[in-house]
């Protein structure tokens, strides 16, 4: 059981969960609003696939560089400043996007990305260790799931709002694109990313409105047990490399990442490619979401008490694993209802993994929570390789004589080969990876 300051009963622990599933909603709506990103960079900066996809490299990357630097804030200046920081940090990113719009810059606009990124690391170091130490680790991964309803709702509205925004009307545009003068192909696009201005205004007020009041919130303070002890009552262990089911739930985490960023980031820019309309398009990434908030749902009613977090773990990288095949052997709709059932296969992992990386960790977890902080880079490394893969796949066709919608519809699909891998490795670590306590036998 985990220790906690006060009681860890349900009218104790109600509040605090209430305000963390709070900073979820809110990273979740800055995180998923990405697949909407990625088609309108690609458009107004006229970029490539693997180019487009380095929206989500610039988030997600600032996990690898910010999350140990990030423990060491939180360390000095506690969980409510620490919250507070990440917010008015995002808010800066938010801001950052109306020069990026004025300049129709791209590297302006990965940077406004990866300043949101550094605030939601602030952000997602403090509440992922303490939602899942505020109760027994036996039921860490319902809380998780709690925090994924209200991560996914809030990504699934970030998608269709920014979808309409910034979509609307680029089916035309891209059209137009193709006519015109070079001069009135400049003012087109201009005007296209003049409409970031509103949307990302409106963010980073509400982001830094509610960094003031997070400072207020009433977070009791909480610890986990500790590491294996001896008879003295003394730690064993010394150090981090003493756990080798840590390193394989940091691997675990990182590819799990990456699917779940493939899932929900590439379905649009995958529509599109298929011919689909950027108007019924923007709907893709909702569709992933929403599947994603129904597992979690179930998970809440399941775990613990009809199904262990192994078991959901198992479940899901099966899952992941035939969904994988599935669009990769169907082309249209159907494949892209595929890319959308991986929501299914993908939302009980994170809540499953944490609980079953932390297990015992006791005075490491706040450093292991940076590393599993750190393993969120899966989405920035993962992503941008499948759209190397779909660039290389499509330039091999198209040199073949397949003409260039055909071509580009085919590597889409293909390219999705790189999920097999990742669920598989999910699938071990679910199995095995995370009973291997110690690296030699007791």
């Known amino acids: 059981m985990t220790e906690t300051q006060n009681t860890t009963g349900k009218n104790s622990t109600l509040v605090p969960i209430i305000i963390i599933a709070g900073l979820f909603f809110i990273f979740g709506f800055v995180t998923w609003i990405n697949g909407a990103l990625i088609p309108f960079m690609k458009t107004i900066n006229e970029l490539t696939d693997a180019q487009s996809y380095l929206v989500a490299s610039a988030s997600y990357i600032s996990f690898v560089v910010m999350a140990l630097p990030a423990s060491y804030v939180l360390n000095k200046i506690g969980y409510r400043k620490g919250m507070s920081l990440g917010l008015i940090i995002m808010g800066v990113g938010a801001l950052v996007f109306i020069p990026a719009a004025e300049a129709r ?28 130490i505020l109760g027994p ?5 319902k809380r998780i ?22 979509l609307s009307g680029i089916d035309e545009v891209k059209e137009q694109l193709g006519t015109v003068s070079i001069e009135e192909k400049g003012q087109l696009l201009d005007t296209m990313a003049d409409s970031v201005f509103m949307p990302y205004l409106v963010m980073a007020i509400v982001l830094f409105v509610l960094g003031v009041l997070i400072r207020k919130a009433p977070l009791p303070h909480v610890e986990p047990i500790e590491a294996e002890e001896d008879a003295s009552g003394k730690s064993t262990k010394t150090s981090i490399f003493q756990f080798p089911h840590l390193w394989l739930g940091v691997i675990a985490l990182f590819v799990y990442v990456g699917v779940e960023v493939i899932a929900g980031d590439t379905i649009i820019s995958y529509g599109i ?22 597992t979690y749902a179930l998970g809440v009613i399941l775990i613990p ?42 939302a009980l992992v994170w809540p499953a993994i944490w609980p079953l990386t932390l297990d015992g960790l006791g005075k490491f977890t706040k450093t292991t929570s940076a590393l599993l902080i750190m393993a969120i880079s899966g989405g920035a490394i993962i992503p941008p390789l499948y759209g190397r893969i779909v660039d290389a796949n499509k330039l091999e066709l198209i040199a073949n004589g397949l003409p260039e919608a055909d071509a580009t519809a085919s590597a889409a699909t293909s390219s999705y080969w790189i999920l ?14 995370h009973k291997i306590k110690s690296w030699t036998k007791n």
Do not use: D, R
């Open 105 to 132: 810059t791209y590297w302006v606009f990965l940077t406004g990305i990866f300043i949101q990124g550094v605030g939601m690391t602030l952000l997602q170091t403090a509440s992922n260790p303490y939602i899942t």
């Open 273 to 294: 490619s298929l011919g689909f309309t950027g108007e019924e398009a923007k709907y893709f990434t909702t569709y992933t979401l929403m599947a994603m908030v129904a």
């Open 137 to 141: 680790i036996e039921s860490g991964a």
């Open 420 to 433: 097999i891998p990742c669920y598989a490795f999910v699938l071990f670590y679910a199995i095995w990876g």
């Open 145 to 166: 799931a709690i925090m994924g309803i209200a991560n996914k709702t809030a990504g699934a509205l970030g998608s269709l709002i920014f979808g309409a925004l910034l």
């Open 305 to 346: 008490k009809y199904v262990s977090q192994t078991t959901a773990l198992i479940v899901s990288a099966i899952l992941g694993i035939i969904f994988s095949f599935c669009i990769l052997n169907t082309t249209g709709f159907t494949s892209i209802l595929f890319v959308a059932a991986l929501g299914i296969s993908n």
